[in-house]
């Protein structure tokens, strides 16, 4: 009989995790960021330890792996509502390579080694690092590289972001807030939280309004 009960359990636990991973979504499916490495680990260590054991209901663990996906799902909104709480929840992408320039204070601070640079440019078929316009190590992990030859922007991170100004890639840029409000009314923008994206492009600025 107690076979029978974990053949059962172990059924219900495949569909039931489905379900969940269903709801999480194909971005969460993409890549695995910090909170999505815990919510994955979390709800898979809840759903075994519910399997054969006396102890533990099967219920109760899959309760357990529910609200674990609802509190993700929750943090999600809010980082998406408030960009603070993102960077908390999930880091920012970091410039490695700035317009052929390569940032070794950042790669110190991040423990990012000059080994794992070339490694992960080989990856993408870039034998040097002077074929290389824009490297940013993503929140993920991975290391998304512009070649100089493809490059078609003088910044491959937008300004603005949902009427929200980037004040980090600004600061990349070495510009200011004024800077970007002046290029905008050049344009016949008054106000860049009409703006829902925008990027500096190689001889133009390019924004789609809300």
């Known amino acids: 009989m107690k076979y029978v009960e974990i053949f059962i359990e172990c059924v219900g ?18 890549k695995l960021s910090i909170s999505d490495l815990i919510v994955f680990l979390l709800i898979s260590e809840l759903m075994t330890l ?16 529910l609200v674990i996906i609802l509190l993700d799902k929750l943090c999600s909104y809010v980082s ?27 790669m110190r601070a991040l423990n990012y080694s000059v080994d794992d640079l070339c490694h992960h440019l ?31 922007v003088d910044m491959p991170e ?14 990349t840029m070495n510009r200011d807030e004024a800077w970007l409000k002046k290029q905008l009314h050049q344009h016949g923008v008054k106000d860049y939280r009409d703006i829902f994206y925008c990027v500096l492009e190689k001889e133009r600025l390019f924004f789609i309004k809300k």
Do not use: W
């Open 122 to 152: 080989r990856e993408q078929g870039i034998g040097s690092l002077s074929e290389v316009e824009f490297a940013v190590l993503e929140t993920d992990g991975q290391l998304s590289v512009i070649e100089s030859q493809k490059s078609q």
């Open 158 to 171: 937008s300004l603005i972001n949902d009427g929200e100004i980037n004040y980090e890639i600004l600061q």
């Open 50 to 65: 519910s399997i054969g054991d006396d102890n533990v209901n099967f219920l109760h663990g899959a309760l357990a792996a």
């Open 13 to 30: 636990t495949y569909f039931y995790l489905i379900i969940l991973l269903r709801y999480l979504g194909k971005k969460e499916m993409g």
């Open 80 to 106: 998406m509502k408030f960009k603070p709480v993102k960077k908390v929840l999930e880091g920012h992408p970091t410039f490695i390579v700035y317009q052929g320039k390569l940032n070794q204070e950042k």
